[in-house]
Nanobody
Framework: QGQLVESGGGLVQAGDSLRLSCAAS?????????VGWFRQAPGKEREFVAA????????NHLDSVKGRFTISRDNEKKTVYLQMNSLKSEDTAVYYC?????????????????WGQGTQVTVSS
C-alpha cells in the first residue's frame, strides 16, 4: 500500500523561507486526491494550514498564513508543495500532508484518509 512522504523541513530563522514537498510512494496516485497540509505544535491540536484541489485550480489557506504560505501541486511530478515565506516562531510545528477523496477543501483532519509521517519545521526568533 502506498503512503505519503513529506520532505523539506528544517531549522531556519524568523523571516526565512522553506518549501515543503509531499509525494506519494507505492501505488498511491496523489493526482487523484485533494491534498491538505496540517501542522501540530507540541501540546496543541493538529491545525489546518492549506488544501488544494485535484487540478490545482482551487486552494484554501488558514487566515494566519495567507500572504505568507502558498500551496501548489505539479501533477506531472506527482508532488504537492507548501511554500512558506516570512516564517515566524509560531510556525514551528510538525507539518503533515494528507489526502482526501471528498469534494471540498476541508479544514477538518477527519476528512483526510491518508497521512504522511510529518516533517519538522523549527523557526528560531
Amino acid at each position: 500500500q502506498g503512503q505519503l512522504v513529506e520532505s523539506g523541513g528544517g531549522l531556519v530563522q524568523a523571516g526565512d523561507s522553506l518549501r515543503l514537498s509531499c509525494a506519494a510512494s507505492g501505488h498511491t496516485l496523489i493526482n487523484n486526491y485533494i491534498v491538505g497540509w496540517f501542522r501540530q505544535a507540541p501540546g496543541k491540536e493538529r491545525e489546518f494550514v492549506a488544501a488544494i484541489s485535484r487540478s490545482g485550480g482551487s486552494t484554501n489557506h488558514l487566515d494566519s498564513v495567507k500572504g505568507r504560505f502558498t500551496i501548489s501541486r505539479d501533477n506531472e511530478k506527482k508532488t504537492v508543495y507548501l511554500q512558506m515565506n516570512s516564517l515566524k516562531s509560531e510556525d514551528t510545528a510538525v507539518y503533515y500532508c494528507a489526502a482526501s477523496v471528498n469534494g471540498i477543501l476541508s479544514p477538518t483532519p477527519r476528512a483526510y484518509l491518508y497521512w504522511g509521517q510529518g516533517t519538522q519545521v523549527t523557526v528560531s526568533s
